[in-house]
């Protein structure tokens, strides 16, 4: 049997080995468009490579999906955060769980894991052919013929194909896929910071709040987490999550739209307001810049405080029903101006690519080609940051290698 594997990222490799570990008679082939293998991994994690995730609850590890997280909850049932630990230790690569859950190579470097992978194709004799891009899929009755784009390299016909091309960011990238009848949705960014030019916030660069909650005026989409204030504007896991549930909708709108901070992460207002009068009651007589609620960080309380118009050098006695409601609003619903955004560190992440309804997420060969199958996220899978776009390419990759 010979198996073509299109892509030499994480989930090309993964899905290579599988398949020889799988069909050790098999001839396995690697075709890499670049001359680098597991560009992305390397940079990954800021080059630590955060590979997984140790959560183990496979309904909580959907919920970290904004798509694909149904389809993907049936496959975690074939191969899960557990078992891709265990992959990685067993083949030589000791793992750190953080307390965040994020797990990484215990050498904190993204190698460990490229040398893995390269290792075990070498010791399973996988092929790799480095400048080879494919331009078309062609079925020629049970198999498959794959056309390259380098016009000197002759067309191949094999068994078995994966594509594990990754994320494309343009739409004209999966037209090759299109014409094979795959649905194909449009792909644009996830997982970014937002850019905020006009907001005064920005001064505050480096301050960071462990828990708040970001919503999108206008919309139902919030997210909760903690918020870090950078140069250019919004950044840390709340405003990530944000911008990954929120890929469509953001792109829609030209990324020019209000965001609304709750700095406190207290959805009742009521309750907030009683939190106020109790240092009114306590610290009567104590000025506002010397008692900060919910222990905000200092730079951050001095603002709020100058951006409603209260003095810093008012006592808490003397707020008065008129300050409490400034106040209880600013702490609640902060409103910021967003226009533009960031990547997020060097990893780009996309919404979109080939469409679930085209593939069996149970074996992941598509449905309307046979032998080909999906692996990592060329599939409109995506996750929010903290290693699950790497466990959704370790668990679509593994049931891809069963060439089911």
């Not at 198999?143 to 016909?157: A, G, Q, R």
């Not at 090759?176 to 916030?201: G, Q």
């Not at 600013?330 to 955004?341: A, E, F, H, M, R």
């Not at 776009?389 to 891809?400: G, K």
Request: include cysteine; charged fraction near 20%.
């Amino acid at each position: 049997m010979h198996v073509a594997i299109i892509g030499g990222g994480a989930a090309g490799f993964f899905s290579a080995i599988n398949v020889k570990e799988n069909y050790p008679d098999a001839k396995v082939v690697i075709f890499e468009k670049s001359k680098e293998l597991l560009a992305k991994v390397k940079i990954s994690g800021g080059g630590r490579c955060n590979l997984t995730n140790a959560c183990t609850s496979i309904k909580e590890l959907s919920e970290a999906y904004p798509r694909g997280g149904k389809a993907l909850k049936k496959a975690f049932h074939i191969f899960n955060t557990r078992q891709a630990m265990q992959w990685f230790e067993s083949r030589g690569v000791p793992l750190s769980i953080q307390d965040d859950n994020r797990v990484f190579p215990a050498s904190q470097n993204s190698q460990s894991i490229i040398d893995c992978f390269l290792q075990q194709a070498k010791k399973l004799g996988i092929e790799i052919e480095l400048g080879k891009g494919i331009k078309a899929i062609k079925p020629i009755g049970h198999k498959l013929e794959l056309s390259f784009i380098e016009k000197i390299v002759p067309s191949k016909i094999f068994d078995k194909v994966i594509v594990a091309t990754g994320s494309s960011p343009q739409r004209s990238g999966l037209e090759w896929l299109e014409k094979l009848h795959h649905k194909i949705e449009d792909p644009v960014p996830s997982l970014f910071t937002f850019n905020m030019p006009s907001e005064s916030v920005t001064r505050l660069m480096g301050v960071s709040v462990e828990k708040t909650s970001v919503r999108i005026q206008g919309t139902k989409l919030n997210a909760e987490g903690p918020l870090l204030i950078t140069h250019w504007g919004m950044s840390g896991p709340v405003i990530l999550k944000l911008s990954a549930f929120g890929a469509r909708l953001t792109s829609e709108k030209g990324y020019e739209f209000n965001i609304l901070v709750n700095w406190v992460n207290v959805q009742n207002n009521n309750i907030v307001k009683d939190t106020l009068s109790s240092i009114v009651n306590e610290h009567s007589n104590k000025l506002l810049s010397n008692v900060r609620p919910y222990f905000l960080p200092e730079r951050l309380w001095h603002f709020l405080l100058e951006k409603v118009d209260l003095s810093a050098k008012k006592k808490w006695g003397e707020l008065g029903k008129k300050g409490m409601n400034k106040l209880v609003n600013v702490l609640t619903n902060d409103v910021y101006s967003v226009k533009g955004k960031t990547l997020y560190k060097e990893e780009f992440v996309t919404c979109g690519g080939v469409s679930l309804e085209s593939i069996d997420i149970i074996t992941m060969q598509s449905k309307v080609c046979k032998n080909l199958y999906f692996a990592g996220e060329v599939m409109d899978i995506d996750g929010i940051t903290g290693g699950y776009n790497f466990q959704a390419a370790w668990t679509t990759a593994f049931i891809a290698g069963q060439l089911n």
